[in-house]
C-alpha cells in the first residue's frame, strides 16, 4: 500500500543553519504530495504542497520540489529561525482509483532550533 | 481566515463511556474527515464523510466508532465504548474538493483511564 517515509528526528540546530528533511514515499499513479506542521500545542497546517512531478512547493522560506525518479519531497530551509521549532509531516493524497482524498502521513520529524 | 474548530481541546474519560467529540468544519467545504494521532505515532486516517454518508473508512474505524452531520454544520464522532488505546489526539479536517489540501483543527485530547 501506499506510504510515506521521513527521516527520524529529533532535528537540533543552531539559528540561521541550513535545513532538510528527507521524506520519501510509495504510492501507486500520482499522488499529491504535502508537508504540514505541528507547532506546539496546535494543529496541523499546511505548510506547502506540490500536485505533480517536477512541482516546486514553497512557503515562509521553506521549499520542496516533487521528484518523481526519486519518489522524493524532501524539505529544505535555507536558514532556519527559532520559531520554526515544530514537528514536520510529510503526507501524500492519492485522488484516484476509489481513495477519497484522505492523507497517509509520515511519523512527523521533531525539528528544536536553538538561538 | 476561516478555520476549523473543535470541541473540547481535551477530554478525560473512563474506560467504557462513550465520548463524543465535536468540529465544526468550513462552512462551504463539502469534505469532511476525522483522523488520530496515538502520542508519539503518526497521524492515522480514520474515516472521510461526503454528501452525508462515509465514503471511506481505516481498519481502525470498528463498530465502536460512528460520524454524523447531525445539522448541517457540526460533524461529530462518537466512541460507543472507550478502550484504554483510544487515548489520542483526534483531529478533524475538511476540505473543498478531493484535490484539495485538508484544513485541519486543533485537536481534541481524549485520555481514557
Known amino acids: 500500500g501506499d506510504s510515506v517515509t521521513q527521516m527520524e528526528g529529533p532535528v537540533t540546530l543552531s539559528e540561521e543553519a541550513f535545513l532538510t528533511i528527507n521524506c520519501t514515499y510509495t504510492a501507486t499513479g500520482y499522488p499529491s504530495l504535502f508537508w504540514y506542521v505541528q507547532y506546539p500545542g496546535e494543529g496541523l497546517q499546511l505548510l506547502l504542497k506540490?500536485?505533480?512531478?517536477?512541482d516546486k512547493g514553497s512557503n515562509k522560506g521553506f521549499e520542496a520540489t516533487y521528484r518523481k525518479e526519486t519518489t522524493s519531497f524532501h524539505l529544505e530551509k535555507g536558514s532556519v529561525q527559532v520559531s520554526d521549532s515544530a514537528v514536520y509531516f510529510c503526507a501524500l493524497m492519492r485522488v484516484e482509483g476509489g481513495s477519497q482524498g484522505n492523507l497517509i502521513f509520515g511519523k512527523g520529524t521533531k525539528l528544536s532550533v536553538k538561538p | 481566515e476561516p478555520e476549523v474548530t473543535q470541541t473540547p481541546s481535551h477530554q478525560v474519560t473512563q474506560m467504557g463511556q462513550e465520548v463524543i467529540l465535536r468540529c465544526v468544519p468550513i462552512?462551504?467545504?463539502?469534505?469532511f474527515y476525522w483522523y488520530r494521532q496515538i502520542l508519539g505515532q503518526k497521524v492515522e486516517f480514520l474515516v472521510s464523510?461526503?454528501?452525508?454518508?462515509?465514503?471511506?473508512k481505516s481498519e481502525i474505524f470498528d463498530d465502536q466508532f460512528s460520524v454524523e452531520r447531525p445539522d448541517g454544520s457540526n460533524f461529530t464522532l462518537k466512541i460507543r465504548s472507550t478502550k484504554l488505546e483510544d487515548s489520542a489526539m483526534y483531529f478533524c479536517?475538511?476540505?473543498?474538493?478531493?484535490?484539495?489540501?485538508?484544513?485541519f483543527g486543533e485537536g481534541s485530547r481524549l485520555t481514557v483511564l
Open positions: 506540490a500536485t505533480k512531478a517536477d
Open positions: 479536517a475538511s476540505t473543498t474538493g478531493l484535490a484539495g489540501w485538508l484544513f
Open positions: 462552512s462551504n467545504h463539502l469534505y
Open positions: 464523510f461526503y454528501n452525508n454518508e462515509i465514503s471511506e
